[in-house]
């Protein structure tokens, strides 16, 4: 029966993704919006602008039935509620609803009134429908998300000469599987992520994708902002790349606030802070109550001045087993505990961070990477298994992508930013000075060291009753001969106006090449040579594998 409704739902989507390639330029906003299947993009895209609408409403124990009608009539949105699903979840349908907002969109607003509740919206047959959570999770649909340009590397990142034929799904595949809602995933081997002529087609909860938008729109956000765009690739729609509600609740939780707390109760807290940092903050009262923290029981007599917003949260709410978290660029207090599984994915640029010496771009940025890892606490600790999160390098957008809860995305924010200054300050730093990179037309010695695996030959061993074959080392002179046999092949096969007439050279010493070539001419020695030959360690260079 499974099978079947495999085979039956793959029929459904080669027809829908014939038809939706073929309108996708009149339905999608830009090159690289997602195309949603049922509803069309268009059709959704209408309640999605709604949704991020600002709105003001004040509901004191108002029937859910009417908080409903009254969002329906001031966005013209047309909201419905799921009945089946809220009388089998024993939902009433007037249960009350207590929330006060101004300025906050109807997207965060909805979240806040359903989630006591454990009810969600999904957009369903061109209407926004109020469902059960658990009904939401059984809602999969199909979306078609256009990555041509994030399956190859920049320009900055190529290899001279190199033709880069063979796009990248996996490292994508891998990424997305890894940081979006992981454990959403079927367990034991990729996720069921499909490559389709530029494109990866999935089927996931709506909240699940929306995710997955976010995160793309993240890479191409930072691959714009670090390497020059491709001449074959359409330009990104700016639009995707500035629209995130979470990177504002995240810059205001950098900003100093003057707090004069005077047996404060936590909603006058919460005042207090929204009209300093113009974002939605919000009571997470459903997690108190499941807590057991008495809201109304919580007084706060401190006076802090210019401290930044989460530290100053963090000395106010420690000591009443509270917490706080970023929730769809809402602030939202909330417990401790809830605090702490609250996870979000988010995207860091570390293009800059990293080494000035190394020989090639993509060196570079590996050891960006590297050197700047170690420094992430909580994104190290994940990598680790130590705890929950994880930490991934795309190197296609020159980012760090890290799944965390909101404390550790504020401190790896800091600690970047932390880092930048140091590099802006210190241009010129000592290692630099003594290990300046040379000029890109300038010759430079490296020398290539063949493995000491390198042209092992298999013999046969006569035994008792039959015969053993075992590898067998090559001899110092087999060694040399194949060196001296590829220092002839070089010139013709590697760039071959770049030797001779006083430019490269190369000179053997036993099994080693010590060839005298500009950079770029040494990127493509190290990849004619891949994966037998190396580098030298001792001299600083890459790695001839790579």
């Not at 939780?253 to 707390?261: A, F, H, N, S, T």
């Not at 979000?344 to 960006?368: D, H, K, N, Q, W």
């Not at 590297?370 to 390098?393: F, Q, T, W």
């Not at 067998?472 to 010139?491: K, Y």
Request: hydrophobic share 45%; with cysteine; charged share 20%.
């Amino acid at each position: 029966m499974r099978l079947r409704k495999n085979l039956l739902a793959l029929v459904s989507l080669a027809a829908a993704l014939t038809v939706c390639l073929a309108n996708s330029r009149t339905a999608m906003a830009g090159p690289y919006d997602p195309i949603w299947i049922n509803p069309a993009s268009a059709a959704r895209a209408a309640i999605v602008k709604g949704l991020a609408e600002p709105t003001e409403v004040e509901f004191s124990q108002s029937p859910l039935t009417r908080a409903i009608e009254d969002f329906k009539h001031a966005h013209h949105i047309e909201l419905q509620l799921d009945s089946q699903a809220l009388e089998e979840a024993g939902v009433a349908l007037d249960s009350p609803v207590t929330f006060e907002t101004k300025g906050a969109s109807l997207r965060q607003a909805l979240d806040s009134i359903l989630r006591p509740l454990q009810l969600t919206w999904v957009i369903r047959s061109n209407v926004l429908l109020i469902t059960t959570t658990s009904e939401a999770e059984t809602l999969i649909e199909w979306v078609i998300y256009p990555v041509e340009d994030l399956l190859f590397p920049p320009p900055e990142l190529r290899v001279p000469g190199r033709q880069y034929l063979q796009p990248d799904y996996d490292s994508l595949i891998e990424l997305i599987g890894s940081m979006i809602a992981p454990t959403t995933w079927a367990e034991g081997g990729p996720p069921p992520i499909h490559p389709f002529h530029g494109a990866l087609v999935l089927s996931q909860t709506q909240q699940v994708h929306e995710q997955i938008a976010e995160l793309l729109a993240g890479l191409r956000a930072a691959r714009n902002a670090q390497f020059a765009p491709a001449t074959d690739q359409p330009a990104t729609p700016i639009k995707t790349a500035v629209l995130r509600p979470s990177d504002t609740a995240y810059a205001a939780l950098r900003q100093p606030v003057q707090l004069d707390l005077r047996e404060a109760n936590l909603g006058e807290l919460v005042k207090q802070v929204a009209r300093q940092i113009k974002i939605p903050v919000m009571i997470d009262a459903w997690a108190l109550e499941d807590a057991g923290i008495h809201a109304d029981k919580i007084r706060f007599t401190r006076r802090l001045q210019n401290l930044s917003l989460h530290n100053a949260l963090d000395r106010l709410l420690e000591g009443q087993k509270l917490g706080w978290a970023v929730q769809d660029g809402v602030l939202l207090i909330t417990s401790r505990e809830q605090s702490e599984v609250i996870f979000e994915t988010r995207v860091y640029l570390i293009r800059t961070l990293g080494s000035r010496t190394a020989m090639t771009p993509l060196r570079r940025f590996t050891e960006e990477f590297d050197s700047v890892l170690p420094l992430i606490p909580d994104a190290v600790a994940a990598n680790r298994g130590e705890a929950p999160g994880a930490a991934r390098v795309f190197a296609s957008a020159g980012a760090l992508v890290v799944w965390q809860a909101s404390q550790a995305h504020v401190e790896i924010e800091e600690q970047l930013a932390a880092l930048r200054k140091f590099r802006a300050e210190h241009p010129g730093d000592a290692v630099d000075k003594v290990n300046q990179p040379p000029a890109e037309d300038e010759l430079v010695i490296i020398p290539y060291a063949l493995p000491a695996y390198f042209g092992r030959v298999t013999e046969t061993v006569p035994m008792t009753t039959s015969t053993q074959t075992r590898s067998v080392a090559p001899s110092q002179a087999d060694r040399e001969r194949i060196a001296q046999q590829l220092a002839a092949a070089l010139p013709k096969l590697v760039a071959p106006e770049s030797w001779g007439s006083g430019r490269g050279s190369i000179e053997i010493v036993g099994d080693v090449l010590y060839i005298r070539q500009r950079l770029p001419v040494h990127e493509q020695v190290s990849k004619f040579l891949a994966p037998h030959w190396w580098i030298m360690a001792a001299m600083g260079g890459i790695s001839g594998a790579r």
